[in-house]
């Protein structure tokens, strides 16, 4: 009897060795992919190292100082605010808007839903092809409005500073519409008919039964939007292929810098500190942004 | 006016409004879409003109670029690395989610954390150190290399995705394996994959298009042009062949067809995944 316990035991501790084990493979690969390259970012960011060089000198925190006062850096921080933030509320207002047009009910919203989905599919290399040739001077949309006797609306949309941020904005929104609209329809069917059919008896209606109804029940998609919103802090790809951060740096992301700063320039130690800064604010605002709207969700 | 007819039955006004607000997004959306696609079919000089149809259609611009090898070599790329991280990501993400989701020990918790937590790390700030290493490694231009990178990236999704189904499935079944003398690893493969089909489905439709679109991760890693992916070797066509219209948007259409017709074939799927990995997020 007891050695039949002690194999049991035995086994039990092969088991959890094992288990380490299988998780230890995929970590180790992840931790050298993930994790170690901001190690090595914490190191070089206190150097003057240009990337390719066997020799560089420890400079401090002088790279973090000039994270703080180097105008370049501070503009594409400004930029990339004003990015996520018309992003974020642009993209939760018409994704929910949508969702509540397609709920309940209407035909053909399953269509309407798949169609809206499509730009998702598709690479921004691919995308800016197309909305290049839409935006340019001699584009699409200035012969449409040319014909329209709009002309005077008519510009390169893309290389006037006044237009190129609103542009990439209404770009991002245009792309991600559909992914928003999903989670906000699942929330949205995820209510329970009793519970709109009590709040319809009770009289709430339109905007009353929106306010004190529907929009705390979906709070959860909300924050799930919004913290998808936050990521675009990161972005990257749109900028680099559309407008390459002009004109004159107008749409300069933090993203876009770090990468010139690290490829282009060859400050390699300088890219890697405000790396390592960007993520510290990328990671609070994300953490105060879920502690916020999760505070709004209620349970039924 | 009954509760039932206010959830139920729209009035007709407001149906009309609603069909309104969905077809003008409906052309907002799709209008540019459907402009590249068409855009393939025409000369270059008439895509300058910028009309939205084509007065005389083409295929003449796909015949262009199908004689071009570095086309055929890209799409080649681009399949392989597909293939290669996402067979690779599944298989991680299996090994790594099992024991998370059926251990009690705290340590799993921790390795759970720190997949998880990894998500807020913006992918240019790793992207530095990382490629100044893969250089000393000579993994540069390793399209390997470059799949294993993409397998690695997809660890925090996969496992959020399959530990939170895990946690659904009766472990009963593993129980009785164990009981039987079925291994660990034989247990893996032969009782709890079977049973994950429809998230490791999930996880491959998701990151399908994430992996082929890619353009920052091919751009550093792979430099040499017989190493080029489809999707890079658009950025650099646009570059070298500024004035070929017609063959860029041949290319973008070849571009566009595989993630289109993943997405016909499997929309359903690609709805569900994205419900299961937002739910997946609230836990």
């Known amino acids: 009897m007891s050695g039949r316990a002690r194999s049991w035991k035995s086994l039990e501790k092969r088991e959890f060795t094992l288990a380490l084990v299988s998780v230890l493979i995929p970590f180790t690969l992840f931790f050298i ?51 996520t933030g018309c992003v974020t509320v642009l993209g939760a207002v018409t994704q929910l808007g949508m969702a509540l047009v397609l709920s309940r009910g209407l035909r053909g919203s399953s269509f309407f839903k798949a169609a809206f989905y499509l730009p998702l599919l598709f690479s921004w290399v691919v995308l800016a092809v197309i909305w290049n ?12 409005l040319r014909t329209a006797g709009l002309a005077m609306l008519a510009r390169d949309w893309l290389a006037t500073p006044g237009t190129a941020m609103g542009s990439l904005i209404f770009l991002n929104t ?7 609209l999903i989670i906000f329809l699942a929330g949205l069917n995820s209510i329970p008919p009793e519970v709109r059919e009590a709040a319809a008896i009770d009289g709430a209606r339109g905007l009353t039964e929106f306010r004190h109804v529907t929009l705390p029940l979906i709070m959860y998609s909300l ?20 407008t390459g951060g002009g004109p004159a740096g107008a749409t300069r992301t933090v993203a876009l810098a770090i990468y010139e700063e690290a490829f282009r320039y060859e400050r390699v130690g300088f890219a890697c500190a405000s790396s390592l800064v960007f993520m510290a604010i990328v990671g609070v605002l994300s953490f105060l942004q879920v502690r916020t709207t999760r505070s709004q969700e209620v349970q039924y | 006016m009954s509760a039932h007819s206010f959830g139920a039955r729209p009035s007709a006004a407001s149906l009309v409004l609603r069909y309104a607000v969905a077809s003008i997004a409906l052309l907002v959306i799709g209008v540019p879409i459907l402009y590249g696609l068409l855009c393939a079919f025409k000369p270059s000089r008439e895509i300058l003109l910028a009309r939205f149809l ?17 086309v ?46 990894s998500l807020i790390i913006p992918t240019i700030s790793g ?14 231009n390793s399209l390997l290399a470059v799949s294993v990178l993409f397998a690695a990236n997809m660890l925090p999704i996969g496992v959020l995705i399959f530990s939170s189904f895990l946690k659904t499935v009766p472990f009963e079944l593993e129980e009785a394996a164990k009981i039987e003398g079925c ?20 996880l491959a439709v998701l990151q399908f298009p994430a992996v082929w679109n890619n353009f920052l991760t091919p751009l550093l890693f792979l430099r040499k042009p017989e190493a080029r992916t489809l999707t890079l070797l658009i950025y650099n066509y646009t570059r070298d062949h500024e004035s070929d219209f017609g063959a860029i948007f041949a290319l973008l259409f070849v571009g566009m067809l595989i993630p289109f017709g993943l997405f016909l074939g499997a929309r359903r799927l690609i709805e569900q995944s994205i419900g299961i990995t937002a739910g997946g997020i609230k836990g």
Do not use: H
């Not at chain 1, 924050?223 to 559309?242: P, Q």
């Not at chain 2, 992207?127 to 000579?138: C, D, G, S």
């Open chain 1, 33 to 83: 992919v993930v994790y170690f390259p901001q190690l090595t970012n914490l190191f070089f960011s206190f150097t003057n190292w240009d990337g390719y060089s066997r020799e560089f000198r420890m400079v401090g925190l002088a790279n973090f100082r000039k994270f703080f006062t180097y105008q370049p850096i501070l503009s594409a921080m400004g930029n990339t605010f004003l990015f």
């Open chain 1, 133 to 144: 040739s839409i935006l340019r001077n001699n584009g699409l949309l200035n012969s449409f």
């Open chain 1, 174 to 180: 245009w792309c991600g519409f559909g992914y928003g």
């Open chain 1, 223 to 242: 924050t799930i939007d919004l913290f998808l919103g936050i990521g675009t802090l990161n972005i990257f790809d749109l900028v680099f292929v559309m």
């Open chain 2, 54 to 70: 084509p007065t005389r259609p083409t295929l003449g611009n796909f015949s262009r670029i199908f004689v071009d090898p570095r």
């Open chain 2, 72 to 117: 055929l070599r890209a799409i080649l790329n681009s399949f392989l690395v597909c293939f290669v991280a996402l067979a690779l990501g599944c298989l991680l993400c299996l090994l790594a989610s099992i024991p998370i989701a059926r251990r009690k020990e705290r340590i799993f918790g921790i390795f759970y954390f720190l997949f998880l937590s």
């Open chain 2, 127 to 140: 992207f530095v150190t990382l490629y100044m290493m893969m250089v000393r490694l000579r993994l540069v």
């Open chain 2, 183 to 202: 291994g660990f690893f034989r247990r893996i493969f032969l009782v709890v994959a079977p049973l994950i089909t429809a998230p490791i489905m999930s």
